[in-house]
């Protein structure tokens, strides 16, 4: 059952996030996935055991779109990026 | 018959859309329909059992356009990528 | 005879469109036509029975811009995508 | 002989061309040229009986850009797409 | 021997070229040569006798970019657009 | 182990990473590694022993996408091209 | 040895290189060498002896990208568009 949730505060419902793992879908085709430590209002947060995705245009005729991953140990990733935080039921 | 609306404040008219199911078309094609459960003033909102669709850009010759989508249980949406809200009448 | 205007206040002229059909010209060949419902000093507005039309770029080797058009009931859209607001005489 | 103006107001030179009739150019090549009704401190602005020009780039082979124009009663228009306002000596 | 500067605002520093000719360079290669007659903290000037030149691109095969230019009598133009302003020594 | 959090503060947690290298990735593919020496609220931050390395498209026939890199002893980065911050665990 | 830095304002930094050259690599390859006059908190710089560098796309069939130079007396940069500036060791 989900919490009950502030109607007019959204992100406050990260806070029930906290120690979570959630998924991060960014501008420009960037993914992180990671364990969500802190956010502020401006949706900038910090993550650990990251996993980040995003693609990289090749040099081949085609101009072929290649995906590519990183692991990081810890980031801040500045809310301005965002599109959406997706978070577990 | 549409409740009555104040007239200096369209946000609020989300307020009694609170459980229901909305949908939001974003900057470069991206559409979200799920259940609002929260907003603030800068159109952020929570939204539960989402139905998101996005294209993609294929590597074929032609560089065709596939539309995508997913299932997620709960997300924040940030207000800046919002063009329009769509609400039943 | 077009009303007296405030010299100094452009967007309290819409209030003398409540309840009458605007048009909205967005970026990206964005076209929204419908009733105003309410507005706020950042232009996000409120309307009902809005024709929206818009442009698609078809996958064809042309790549040719398709207009598409949908009737929806009642729409929040962001004052942040507007160019100009068309108002009736 | 120029009115005296205020060295560190250049936007309230507009209440100068009050009823008269002005150009304004904004971003992506489109042009309006009105009578200023009214304005305010974010060069948002109100203009009547506007001449609007702006380029649409056609289908054919070239992508030839064709230059549209429509005549508009009464307008809001945004001052975030101006890049400068045209006013007479 | 350039005058003293605030060494922490050098908007002020147009103070010194009121009534002179500056050159502005703007984004997307615009640039306005005009008398400065006012400013504000935005960087919005109001320039007289100006010479605006621009790019614009043709429809020929190659796509050639053409310079154009216009005289303008006196001009509001948004900060906004401003990469540097070019003042004389 | 990873020292306590703010849970609502991402930004203050660079004040652990103050006198260590730490790799900021920017948009447009520029990346910085470099000594933090000091940050603001807006991650606007000065760097030292700096390794930046960036994308420069060729003008061979393929417009090829060549990576450079140039060493410099000290920089101040703005926060508003930053997309994050890596810090070591 | 490196002056001590105040840990919070990176900024304030630019006040031991007023007199000095610094280097500012702005967005879209603008590259400004001069010396530093004066500055603000929204890194508007004033610049004197000013060697400045970009780029501009040729209309030859490759729309080869040219290297060109201007040499300015004195200007004011708007901080928007500053990517990182350079400071001596």
Chains 1, 2, 3, 4, 5, 6, 7 share one sequence.
Do not use: W
């Amino acid at each position: 059952m989900t919490p009950p949730v502030a109607a007019h505060d959204p992100i406050s419902t990260l806070g029930k996030s906290l120690g979570k793992t959630i998924l991060i879908k960014c501008k420009r085709q960037k993914v992180f996935k990671g364990q969500l430590k802190s956010y502020d209002s401006h949706l900038n947060v910090l993550l650990e055991k990251v996993h980040y995705t995003y693609n990289v245009r090749l040099d081949d005729e085609e101009k072929t779109l290649e995906e590519k991953s990183e692991d990081l140990d810890r980031i801040i990733l500045r809310g301005d990026s965002i599109v959406f935080i997706g978070l577990s039921a």
